[in-house]
Every structure is written in structure tokens, then in C-alpha cells.
């Protein structure tokens, strides 16, 4: 008989970046159904309002929110250093890019640095006091299989440049905050029905044989971040092994 020792997330309060959509919005109903206290992240106050409200109805509780263009670096650190208790930073939003690179402008490879890339070493960084304030704190970056192996068949380079970046910033961070009250973990999905796809003027097929439904995904980070504190799921590669 298996003796669970699990972590329970009932009145933690999680931070969910790019919650307004996809995998970060079925995140956050989630948490909010597992008794976590939520904030809600994205770049449109309407859509942020809304679904605050609805999380607010699964567990009557002041879930709060953060609203902030990740495309503009230099106000992240006013926007998430409101935030003054937090127990989970789940790093997720994320913009697609795919095909030649000669066709990708400046100022598109600029804006995948800064969504991709930057704003998790930028929230990480300005949360970073408040999470060593909890007895144990936890971050989890949403990442990629784009974050460890390259498509032999079609391109995603700038893509897949920032998605390793965040595989190098995941375990850095892991063995800097060892045996120290902080579990860094790396999640690595690869295709999801979502409209992260679409959002980049790609019209893939909404179920995609390659993709799997981001509920999956959920469950996956539900189990990564319920484990006892003493171990850690550093990473988890999560594949779709039945294209079809
Ligand atoms: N879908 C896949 O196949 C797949 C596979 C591997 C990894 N991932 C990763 O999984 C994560 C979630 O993606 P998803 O598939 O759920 O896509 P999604 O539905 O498009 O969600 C992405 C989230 O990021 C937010 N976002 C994008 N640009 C932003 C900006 N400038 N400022 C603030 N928020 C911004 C979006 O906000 P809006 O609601 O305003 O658009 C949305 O909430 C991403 O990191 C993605 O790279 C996805």
C-alpha cells in the first residue's frame, strides 16, 4: 500500500502567468478547485476581470490579479512587485513562431525574447523575495519539447532559441535554490490543442494528430506540484507517442 505523503496546495496562493487562455487558464480553474488562492496573469483587463470573477465562484476566495504586457520588460517588475505573499510561481505564458527565419522581423524575434524568454527570469526575479518568505515556495516554467530537441523536418529557430534559454535558466536556478525551501521544476509539453497556433497565423487543425488536449498538461503539474517537499519531479518530458 502506497503511503501518500503528498503536498496539498488548499490555500497557497499560485500565480499562473498567461492565465487568460489555453493551458494557464484550465491551470488556474484547477487550483482554484484544489482550494489554492489564485492570481490570475494576462495583457487584457477585461478577460483578467472575467475570469477572476468565475474563479471567485469555484472557491469563494479573493482570488487576485496581475495585468501586463510581457512585451514591455520594463513593467514587470511594477506590476508583479505589487504581489506581497506567494507560495507557486508557474512561469507559462508563451508566444509561437515557426518557418524560415528570414521571414521573421526584428521586432516579432524581439517580442518571443521578451514573452518567451525574459519575462521569466523577470518575474522569478522580482517575486524572488516574496516566495523565500514562504516555509516552502515553488516555481514551475512551462517550457517545451522545443526546449531540448530541434525538428528535423521544419523550422522554429527563434522559437526553440528561447525555449532553451528557459531549459538553461530551469536547471541553473534548480541547483542554485538546492536544499533551500525553493523546488524549481522544468515542464516540457509538446503539442497542445490550443490557439497558441492560430495567435501566430498558423492554421493548423484545431486537434492536430501530433497535439494531446492541454487538460493532460494540467494533471501533470498538479502531480508535479503536490509532491512532498522533500523530492522533486526536476523535469518532466511530457510527449505525444501516438500521432494519430
Ligand atoms: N500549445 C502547444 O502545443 C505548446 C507546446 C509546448 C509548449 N507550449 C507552451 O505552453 C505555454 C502556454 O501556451 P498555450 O498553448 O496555452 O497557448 P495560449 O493559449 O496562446 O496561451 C498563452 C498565454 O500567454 C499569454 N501571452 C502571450 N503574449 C503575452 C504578452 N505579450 N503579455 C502577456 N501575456 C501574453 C496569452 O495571453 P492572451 O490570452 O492575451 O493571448 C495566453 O494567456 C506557452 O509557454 C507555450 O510556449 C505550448
Not at 541547483?175 to 490543442?193: A, C, D, I, S, T
Request: glycine share 8%.
Amino acid at each position: 500500500m502506497i503511503n501518500s505523503m503528498s503536498f496539498s496546495l488548499k490555500n497557497k496562493v499560485v500565480l499562473v502567468t498567461g492565465s487568460t487562455d489555453g493551458l494557464g487558464k484550465l491551470l488556474v480553474q484547477e487550483l482554484a478547485r484544489q482550494g489554492a488562492q489564485v492570481i490570475v496573469h494576462g495583457r487584457d483587463a477585461a478577460k483578467v476581470g472575467q475570469l477572476v470573477k468565475h474563479l471567485n465562484e469555484i472557491n469563494s476566495k479573493e482570488n487576485q490579479s496581475v495585468v501586463c504586457d510581457l512585451n514591455k520588460p520594463e513593467e514587470v517588475g511594477k506590476a508583479f512587485g505589487a504581489i506581497e505573499t506567494l507560495d507557486v510561481l508557474i512561469n507559462n505564458a508563451g508566444v509561437w513562431e515557426e518557418g524560415d527565419t528570414e521571414n521573421v522581423t526584428p521586432e516579432r524575434i524581439i517580442e518571443l525574447v521578451n514573452v518567451n524568454l525574459a519575462s521569466y527570469l523577470l518575474t522569478f526575479r522580482t517575486l524572488l523575495p516574496v516566495l523565500q518568505k514562504s516555509g516552502f515556495s515553488q516555481v514551475l516554467n512551462v517550457i517545451s519539447v522545443a526546449g531540448y530537441e530541434v525538428p528535423i523536418d521544419y523550422y522554429h529557430t527563434i522559437y526553440s532559441a528561447t525555449k532553451y534559454g528557459l531549459q538553461g535558466f530551469t536547471e541553473a536556478t534548480a541547483k542554485e535554490f538546492f536544499n533551500k525551501n525553493l523546488r524549481v521544476m522544468g515542464f516540457y509539453p509538446g503539442g497542445m490543442e490550443t490557439r497558441l497556433f492560430k495567435k501566430a497565423g498558423i492554421e493548423y487543425e484545431d486537434k492536430e494528430p501530433w497535439m494531446f488536449p492541454p487538460q493532460e498538461s494540467v494533471e501533470a503539474i498538479l502531480f508535479m506540484l503536490t509532491r512532498n517537499p522533500k523530492v522533486s519531479v526536476k523535469r518532466m518530458d511530457f510527449i505525444n507517442q501516438l500521432e494519430k
